[in-house]
């Protein structure tokens, strides 16, 4: 009677847990970037919500990797910021952090006995895409895990042309003696990378100076959804950019989709602007010049890329000359 009683207590649970599982309820203790949201009465869990810091530096740390960074060069620059890590000693591990971005969990999805098998009730921190790209991109055999890293220009990738609106791209052979950015798509501009680095740097410094320290807030949960929203509108406006580039989506019908997605791009955008990334809060001060000495490319790129907008536009003085006004800047 004692092993039937038994059983049948072991039925139960394993029926209790898969129906919380079916449910979406969360189990365990949550990954970083959440907190335990509990029952007030019974101390039950209820769910997971965001801890806004943690949860900034896993969104960071996500958008990174599938820009091409090395988890080797992310983690010693955290571990330099002396960001919060989940670990006892402190420090950002390359390994630690591969296992914490492979988990279903911040993609909202719930995990039973090892696999998927549907969505949490919790915030999802990236995309299901965003979660199936990182999957591919850490498991891969060929990936190198070196500390190296690929990029090594400031603004390749990030800058756009004012054309086209392509990224563009670092262009510097042997035969020329001056290293340009150029259009990645239809080479509509080029433009010295020595000149643009330094207006643009000299622009960043500047902000960053004038910014105290004390104003900087990075706890803002709702802002870390906004600025989620945000990125995923973009996303979703850049994939139906794609289609009508392949003819696959008509000019009109882009600029309807246009005319819905931006808007909803600008509020979300208003709305993630009363928070800030760790990275400014970390820069920001008199000391943001000393500091910028210090940092390598990889640092320095983040703080262009969710700071400023930079557009290299046609040059209106002659191809011999640099006008800053040929290259404006527009502040996140």
Not at 23 to 39: L, M, T
Request: glycine share 6%; aromatic share 4%.
């Amino acid at each position: 009677m004692a092993e039937k009683e038994a059983e049948q207590l072991r039925t139960r649970v394993l029926r209790g847990k898969r129906a919380a599982a079916l449910a979406g309820r969360p189990n365990g203790f949550p990954p970083y970037g959440y907190r335990i949201v509990r029952d007030p009465v019974s101390g039950r869990t209820l769910t997971w919500e965001l801890d806004p810091e943690p949860a900034m530096v896993i969104e960071e740390v996500s958008q990174r990797v599938l820009g091409g960074e090395s988890l080797f060069a992310i983690a010693r620059e955290l571990t330099m910021r002396k960001v919060p890590a989940p670990t006892k000693t402190g420090e950002w591990l390359p390994r630690r952090m591969r296992l914490m971005l492979l988990t279903p969990s911040y993609a909202g999805l719930r995990v039973h006995q090892g696999k998927v098998i549907g969505k949490g009730v919790w915030p999802a921190l990236i995309t299901e895409e965003e979660h199936l790209q990182l999957t591919a991109i850490l498991t891969d055999p060929s990936r190198v895990t070196s500390s190296s890293s690929a990029t090594k220009h400031l603004l390749t990738g990030i800058a756009r042309c004012g054309v086209c609106g392509s990224v563009v791209r670092y262009f510097g052979p042997k035969s020329l003696k001056t290293p340009t950015y150029q259009c990645e798509a239809n080479s509509c501009v080029r433009r010295r990378t020595d000149l643009v680095d330094e207006l643009v740097v000299e622009n960043l410094l500047a902000r960053l100076e004038a910014l105290d320290p004390d104003d900087i807030d990075t706890t803002n949960v709702d802002a870390v959804e906004a600025m989620r929203e945000a990125r995923q509108l973009r996303a979703r406006l850049e994939a139906f950019a794609d289609q009508a580039a392949d003819g696959a989506l008509t000019a009109a019908s882009l600029a309807r989709v246009e005319a819905k997605l931006l808007p909803q791009i600008a509020a979300a955008e208003r709305r993630a602007s009363v928070s800030q990334h760790p990275i400014i809060g970390h820069m920001a001060g008199p000391d943001a010049r000393s500091t910028w000495e210090t940092l390598d490319i990889l640092p320095r790129r983040e703080l262009v890329r969710v700071m400023m907008t930079v557009t290299i536009n046609k040059s209106t003085v002659g191809t011999r000359r640099f006008s800053p006004a040929d290259v404006p800047i527009a502040w996140k």
